[in-house]
Nanobody, 126 residues
Framework: QVRLVESGGGLVQPGTSLRLSCAASELTLDFFAMGWFRQAPGKEREGVSCLASTSDGYTYYSDSAKGRFTISRDNAKNTVYLQMNSLNPEDTALYYC??????????????????WGKGTLVLVSS
């Protein structure tokens, strides 16, 4: 069955960087847009960044992620990454990997997600 497994989370100091990875099984990334979502205590789950299945496709970043985070993928390895720089305490959340089937249109929103990972915790604190 389809599995999305996140790794790379942990406790880091403000101003430092972290790279999250998502390994996909029984799913070919060629056919899916991939994304990262996060949910902090007391807040709704939100899209952080999503990347289309093709190199010339749509890329989305939330306002808070723009200029700090970078999403990338290696389809041959069935892996997607999120490079996070200049982390601050407001980035503290459970980060989820997500797969969205690439139809005629798709959006980087919770309702469009077909598969979820279980999440990896990022805690930014001094």
């Amino acid at each position: 069955q389809v599995r999305l497994v996140e790794s790379g989370g942990g406790l880091v100091q403000p101003g430092t960087s972290l790279r999250l990875s998502c390994a996909a099984s029984e799913l070919t990334l060629d056919f899916f847009a991939m994304g990262w979502f996060r949910q902090a205590p007391g807040k709704e789950r939100e899209g952080v960044s999503c990347l289309a299945s093709t190199s010339d496709g749509y890329t989305y970043y939330s306002d808070s992620a723009k200029g700090r985070f970078t999403i990338s993928r290696d389809n041959a390895k069935n892996t997607v990454y999120l490079q996070m720089n200049s982390l601050n305490p407001e980035d503290t959340a459970l980060y989820y990997c997500a797969a969205i089937h690439s139809g005629s249109s798709w959006r980087c929103i919770v309702d469009d997600v077909d598969y979820w990972g279980k999440g990896t915790l990022v805690l930014v604190s001094s």
